[in-house]
């Protein structure tokens, strides 16, 4: 901004949430402000900072040009429908692209009998001689298999759903 002359009125992020959420704070406060005429320019690194959504990026360009503001992007620069729609297109392409292959690599590993991520309730990461864990690996915790063992035998023999929960809660088991 200060290499193109322009004041800097206000800076809006949100640090460690998706661009793909409409109802991020950061975002809604940008979308506010152009309601109330606090800028004539917003400027961001890239389309895919502000959004990742088709939608989103289509709906606050529509809010911007209703106020007069124009759009400015550090890596394309200013932003007519055309090429917003474009951009907004490849960065929900690539959102979509990379939620394919992650779920692809989480398959890959729960079919070699790998952990998919995240602590399983039955299960626990072994650890080698040392007490490190070792990466991928998932061996029964046998506390928790008497429930889960449990749990199952309830549901084949007609317990509803609703009603596992209710009665492991009520005896106290986490």
């Given amino acids: 901004a200060e290499s193109k002359g322009w004041e800097v009125v ?72 055309m090429r917003l729609g474009m951009q907004a297109i490849m960065a929900q392409e690539f959102l979509s692209k990379l939620a ?8 890959g590993k729960v079919l070699r009998g790998e952990s998919g991520g995240g602590r399983s309730y039955g299960y ?15 061996e029964i915790d046998e506390d928790e298999a008497v429930i889960v063992r449990r749990t199952f035998r ?3 023999g007609g317990v509803s759903p609703q009603m596992i929960p209710a009665q492991l809660i009520g005896e106290f088991i986490p």
Avoid: C, W
């Fill in 10 to 81: 206000g800076i809006r992020s949100d640090e460690a949430i998706t661009g793909k959420k409409k109802d991020r704070p950061g975002f809604r406060r940008l979308k506010d402000d152009l309601s109330r005429g606090t800028a004539n320019i917003v400027m961001f690194e890239s389309l895919d900072r502000l959004s990742r959504s088709l939608e989103h990026s289509a709906g606050f360009y529509q809010i911007a040009e209703h106020h007069r503001v124009k759009l400015y992007a550090v890596d394309t620069g200013f932003l007519d429908m």
């Fill in 100 to 107: 394919q292959k992650t779920r692809r690599g989480i398959e």
């Fill in 124 to 138: 626990r990461i072994p650890t080698d001689a040392s007490g490190n864990p070792i990466k991928g690996a998932l």
């Fill in 154 to 156: 309830e549901s084949a």
